[in-house]
């Protein structure tokens, strides 16, 4: 664990040399925006407070190592803006948030660059979610961060009943595609009570269309889905947007 939180140090001492990306926010100015030390959010991504004393947690980002372990030894004092996304708070008073160093720049993509976080697609535009899945590829690619400590992505063979809640990422080839009135479904086995689904629901299916997915050509291609386990008669991934599936093919 030294080693991570020694290379995590390494990757922030970079922060404000980044340059701008389909993540940072257009026109940002730090005027009335809170301020947090990165240390404190990064131990505890899921709420931190901000200088303004409202909670924040950092959008469209998970975090496979223990969260306090990320800050437990950091110290360098480094602050940057908090920049919530929506304004309307969640059940847990908290609001979905980016951070943005002196330039304005967004730090998601260095905290993935880095193999310290997983892209968890929820708010940020399309653009933004490819270009991190992309950064995210080439860290897994390099065996950097988290990716050397352990492999978090599973066949769905392999996946086991102490997963069900869990984030995680899932590798299968689909056998087929279904669809009712409501519902698609991705399957990836013949007996659905005990083989992985991915289910969309009618309504995303003009974003999934948007992003870049062809539903109708998925049957035998390699994928990547990443979301909740879930278990309802049987194994299933409900896939809310269109970044949470990936073409392997």
Request: aromatic share 8%; glycine share 10%; net charge neutral.
């Amino acid at each position: 664990m030294r080693w991570f939180l020694a290379f995590l140090c390494g990757v922030l001492i970079g922060i404000g040399s980044s340059a701008a990306g389909p993540c940072d926010e257009a026109e940002v100015s730090e005027q009335g925006l809170p301020t947090v030390l990165v240390d404190d959010a990064l131990a505890s991504p899921l709420k931190f407070a901000a200088s303004d004393g409202a909670f924040y947690y950092l959008s469209d980002l998970t975090f496979p190592e223990a969260p306090h372990a990320l800050g437990q030894e950091l110290s360098g004092g480094r602050q940057v803006f908090v920049k919530a996304l929506v304004a309307q708070k969640d059940r847990w008073g908290r609001l979905p948030a980016i951070l943005l160093d002196r330039e304005m720049s967004d730090l998601s993509g260095k905290l993935v660059e880095g193999g310290l976080a997983i892209v968890k697609p929820q708010l940020r535009a399309f653009n933004c979610l490819k270009f991190l899945i992309n950064l995210e590829s080439e860290a897994r690619r390099k065996n950097v961060g988290l990716w050397v400590v352990k492999n978090v992505i599973n066949d769905y063979k392999s996946i086991s009943y102490e997963q069900i809640g869990l984030y995680g990422l899932v590798e299968a080839s689909v056998i087929s595609v279904g669809q009712t009135r409501s519902k698609t479904y991705l399957n990836f086995g013949e007996r659905w009570t005990e083989d992985l689904t991915g289910i969309i629901q009618r309504g995303k299916l003009a974003d999934f269309s948007e992003f870049g997915h062809d539903l109708s050509v998925m049957k035998g291609k390699r994928v990547r889905l990443r979301g909740v386990l879930q278990l309802n008669q049987g194994p299933q991934i409900e896939l809310k947007h269109p970044a949470q599936l990936e073409l392997l093919d």
